[in-house]
């Protein structure tokens, strides 16, 4: 029997479905993120300890929450400050010692984050220079960079063995050509970070063997300028989300995050493998980022002979973040 429907009954059904696409609208657009987009420029270190910020922009976190961020890459954290200071980045990534360091004289440097907590350096050392232990160390040629966390971890670890660099001969060397040195035998050990432990390991097989391997605990820090919070200070925001969403994915998905790691910066698996449990990819400010410069700074004064230790709770910009993310927050800066 065929129904035949009435000039109201067809308006009735027509509003329905107009209602009904209307309300279907409506929650796809309250699902959209909603306000402006900003814009910041980002100087990230182009690292595996330093992967949030990669997999932030890669993933689209960043989009989600409408900041366009424009990363540019650097191999060290003081390069990405330098940027900084050339006003080519306004937010840049860098190691606690980096800013130790550099807040001697650039005390507008502010921490908004540590992204990173990590245990990457080691001493490797040449058996055929009858090296086996922390004692036979003494009298040797150690490779490490200058004024690097590698040299500070050097400075802690002969102290706890009852030496210092009296003991030893201490020669500055870059990453790289401390790797050749050790391959060569120009050197007797290096203590260097990663993955140029794991090369200088493999290159040299049967004849290293790890002194120390770890070292301090590290931390990459995202940083700005004073004088650049007040006018970015909700693109900052929206940064630290972004950042915070990759952590939840990291921590949702560790063998993808692995994967990432090792595709994205050209690693071996087995070396992440090994590193994965010695770096936190976690957005924080813990009261560890304050203690670690504050040993920093006392060991960068008595090497410059110099009384300068700044008050490095002046440098922690824990406002944006705690607007973020309060529990993230546990440094004590008053």
């Known amino acids: 029997m065929e129904t ?7 308006r009735g059904i027509a509003l329905g479905v107009l209602v009904a696409l209307l309300a279907v609208a409506a929650g796809y657009y309250f699902l959209l993120p909603q306000g402006k987009i ?6 990230a270190y182009d690292g595996d300890v330093g992967a949030l910020e990669w997999i932030a922009k890669e993933k689209g976190f960043f989009d989600k929450v409408r900041l366009n961020v424009e990363i540019k890459g650097y191999p060290s954290g003081n390069a990405a400050v330098e940027a900084m200071r050339k006003g080519e ?10 800013v130790a360091k550099r807040s001697l004289t650039e005390p507008d440097l502010r921490v908004l984050a540590d992204i990173c907590r990590y245990w990457n350096k080691g001493l490797v050392a040449r058996k055929d220079r009858g090296i086996a232990s922390p004692q036979d160390l003494k009298g040797k040629r150690i490779g490490v960079p200058a004024t690097s966390s590698a040299e500070h971890n050097l400075v802690v670890f002969l102290a706890l063995q009852g030496l210092t660099t009296n003991d030893v001969t201490v020669v500055d ?17 290096g203590l260097v970070w990663q993955p140029h432990v794991a090369t200088i390991e493999k290159q040299l ?14 931390h990459l820090l995202i ?3 004073k004088g650049t919070l007040p006018g970015q200070s909700e693109a900052m925001r929206k940064l630290l989300k972004g950042l915070i969403m990759a952590e939840e994915w990291v921590r949702d998905n560790p063998a993808d995050a692995k994967t990432y790691l090792v595709e994205r910066f050209k690693l071996d698996r087995g070396y992440i493998d090994k590193l994965w449990p010695r770096m936190q990819l976690t957005v924080s400010l813990p009261q560890e980022i304050l203690e670690a410069m504050d040993s920093e700074a006392r060991w960068l004064a008595k090497a410059s002979n110099s009384d300068a ?24 800066t008053k």
């Open 89 to 98: 980045v306004e937010v840049a990534t860098a190691a606690d010692l980096v």
């Open 223 to 225: 940083l700005t300028l």
């Open 38 to 43: 900003d814009n910041l420029k980002l100087g």
């Open 173 to 189: 060397l870059a990453p790289k050509a401390l790797v050749e040195q050790m391959a060569s035998g120009g050197i007797d050990a």
């Open 309 to 332: 230790t700044p008050n490095y709770a002046e440098t922690i910009h824990s406002a944006v973040l705690a607007s973020v993310k309060p529990s993230a927050v546990s440094v004590f």
């Open 4 to 10: 035949k429907l009435t000039g109201s009954s067809r």
């Open 205 to 218: 097989g049967d004849n290293a063997v790890k002194i120390m391997d770890g070292g301090t605990e590290a």
